[in-house]
């Protein structure tokens, strides 16, 4: 299906252009509005944002859309993400939605959409979605008397930490712990911290003071070298990098060391196995975790399924075929027995559970695997489909000929960003690093003869 607003993720895009305009957010908010308007109760909307500036004009354009279609909005401020997944399901909310673009910089924003279930919607329903973007929509307008109305709510993000609090066993606490977190001047900056600290830890905190345009700024998961030079200062056990949504975490170990999303998907997983907890008999992962993640596995006699790239998709599998445990290399980690989509904060706790209850350093229990070498570029295109060009296909057919049976090669474009991305793993470096800038060239020069 061609899809003109939804990514992977939600519609994304740079803010004040389009799709991510204020006229669009009001029409998404009639949209959907209209299609989750059923039944004869009064309908709610719950609506959360992280810090970026462009959440204010976007916030009021979804609440003019929601409520011209007749729903309730109740408006949760900074939150992160899957705060707004729990709190559309606690709250009995017809719909969720939060305004973020995750990882990106401040100049992009997006519009995620959660069912009353607390699920991100499925592709049909995006569909149905874009169906009533592209209509006259005002003819489903609600009349005068079924406006709705709009009110901030106090107090619910503590909610949200109560329930991150209770996914730790009862009988664990922080206590002992020095932990330097980073919440990427992002929707997390209020709720994290303070939930580490409840719990007992010692906390020091960095990326904790947005401004509007200062989220995911050389800070948080997808720059964590401040949070390593922060661990180092301050001699802390373990480092906790959010994004600017919160929905994905990386850590940093007492030596600096970054650990990555396989990684802790195998602690997580190894030790719910031997907890008796863990569903499925092994783990959901996308295409992108290492090969050392699936041998590690394969081991300890668990499997890892393979999903394409989203964790929308991760989340998928892990319904379909009953798996508590799944997520992705970048950090996404869903955790299916306390949450519907990824959660950094709850990821995290549960690393801090395996460290407490071995009570050894963090280096070590989060090593669970030696990587297989894997390089991951991208080349940036402006229209078109590179990929489609029988020289790239030949290209790829060459290259995946070449690494048959020593290792893997994915070629995807992102979702989110107009990009090609190229991975190959296998364990001889050097022929990864030469089939990955081979690609990187041919595709490049495909991009700029076009």
Same mark, same amino acid.
């Given at each position: 299906m061609? #899809?003109?607003y939804f ?5 994304r ?5 389009f799709?991510m ?5 009001m029409r998404v908010g009639?949209? @959907?509005?209209?299609?989750?308007r059923?039944?004869s ?5 719950v609506i959360?944002?992280?810090?970026r500036?462009s959440?204010?004009?976007? !916030?009021n354009?979804?609440?003019?859309g929601?409520t011209?279609?007749?729903?309730d909005v109740? +408006? ?7 705060a @707004?997944?729990?709190l559309?399901?606690?709250m009995?909310?017809?719909i969720?939605?939060?305004?973020s673009?995750?990882?990106n910089p401040f100049?992009?924003n997006?519009?995620?959409l ?11 329903l995006?569909g149905?979605i874009?169906?009533l973007?592209?209509k006259d929509i005002?003819?489903q ?6 406006i709705?109305?709009?009110?901030r709510?106090?107090g619910?993000?503590? #909610?949200y930490?109560e329930?991150?609090k209770r996914t730790l066993?009862r009988?664990?606490?922080l206590?002992g712990? #020095?932990i330097?977190?980073?919440?990427a001047?992002g ?5 994290a911290p ?13 990326g904790?003071e947005?401004n509007?345009t200062n989220?995911?700024l ?5 720059s964590?070298?401040?949070l390593?030079?922060?661990?180092h !200062?301050v001699?802390a056990d373990?480092g906790i990098a959010?994004?600017?949504d919160?929905?994905r975490v ?5 030596n600096g060391?970054i @650990?990555d999303?396989?990684? +802790?998907?195998a602690?997580?997983?190894?030790s719910w196995?031997?907890?008796g907890?863990l569903?499925?008999n092994?783990?959901?992962?996308t @295409?992108?975790?290492n090969?050392?993640?699936?041998r590690?596995l394969?081991?300890?006699?668990l499997s890892?399924?393979r ?6 998709y991760v989340v998928?599998?892990m ?11 970048s950090?996404?980690?869903?955790l299916?027995?306390?949450?519907t989509?990824g959660d950094?904060?709850?990821a995290?706790?549960?690393?801090l559970?395996c460290v407490?209850k071995?009570?050894r350093?963090?280096r070590e229990?989060c ?5 297989v070498?894997?390089l991951l ?5 402006a229209?078109?489909k ?6 790239v296909r030949?290209?790829i057919a060459d290259?995946?000929?070449e690494l048959a049976?020593?290792?893997?090669l994915v070629?995807?474009p ?6 090609? #991305?190229v991975m ?6 050097a022929?990864v690093?030469?089939?990955?800038n081979g690609?990187?060239?041919i ?6 003869a076009?």
């Amino acid at each position: 299906m061609t #899809r003109r607003y939804f990514g992977t993720d939600g519609i994304r895009g740079r803010s004040n252009v389009f799709p991510m305009t204020p006229d669009l957010a009001m029409r998404v908010g009639i949209a @959907v509005g209209t299609l989750f308007r059923r039944g004869s109760h009064r309908h709610r909307v719950v609506i959360g944002k992280d810090t970026r500036l462009s959440g204010y004009m976007l !916030e009021n354009a979804l609440v003019a859309g929601f409520t011209a279609a007749g729903l309730d909005v109740l +408006l949760l401020g900074p939150i992160p993400t899957p705060a @707004v997944a729990m709190l559309t399901r606690s709250m009995r909310a017809d719909i969720g939605v939060m305004i973020s673009a995750s990882h990106n910089p401040f100049e992009d924003n997006g519009i995620k959409l959660f069912g009353p279930d607390g699920y991100k919607l499925s592709d049909e329903l995006e569909g149905e979605i874009e169906d009533l973007l592209d209509k006259d929509i005002y003819a489903q307008l609600a009349k005068p008397h079924e406006i709705g109305r709009a009110k901030r709510v106090e107090g619910d993000i503590y #909610r949200y930490i109560e329930h991150a609090k209770r996914t730790l066993p009862r009988d664990v606490t922080l206590q002992g712990l #020095r932990i330097a977190i980073d919440c990427a001047n992002g929707a997390a900056y209020k709720v994290a911290p303070l939930a580490l600290w409840e719990l007992g830890a010692e906390v020091v905190t960095i990326g904790n003071e947005p401004n509007g345009t200062n989220i995911n700024l050389d800070c948080g998961s997808t720059s964590p070298k401040a949070l390593q030079k922060k661990v180092h !200062e301050v001699r802390a056990d373990i480092g906790i990098a959010l994004d600017g949504d919160a929905d994905r975490v990386i850590i940093v170990d007492e030596n600096g060391e970054i @650990v990555d999303g396989d990684q +802790l998907m195998a602690v997580i997983g190894e030790s719910w196995a031997e907890s008796g907890a863990l569903r499925g008999n092994g783990i959901v992962a996308t @295409v992108m975790s290492n090969l050392g993640l699936e041998r590690f596995l394969d081991g300890k006699g668990l499997s890892l399924a393979r999903t394409k790239v989203g964790d929308r998709y991760v989340v998928e599998h892990m319904r379909n075929h009953d798996f508590n445990v799944g997520g992705e290399q970048s950090g996404h980690i869903v955790l299916s027995d306390f949450g519907t989509t990824g959660d950094g904060l709850v990821a995290a706790l549960q690393v801090l559970a395996c460290v407490k209850k071995l009570d050894r350093p963090v280096r070590e229990i989060c090593r669970r695997f030696e990587p297989v070498p894997q390089l991951l570029k991208n080349v940036r295109f402006a229209g078109g489909k590179p990929l489609e060009e029988s020289i790239v296909r030949q290209a790829i057919a060459d290259a995946e000929a070449e690494l048959a049976g020593k290792g893997r090669l994915v070629i995807r474009p992102s979702g989110t960003e107009p990009l090609i #991305r190229v991975m190959a793993e296998g364990d001889d470096r050097a022929q990864v690093e030469r089939i990955v800038n081979g690609l990187i060239g041919i595709i490049g020069n495909v991009r700029t003869a076009a």
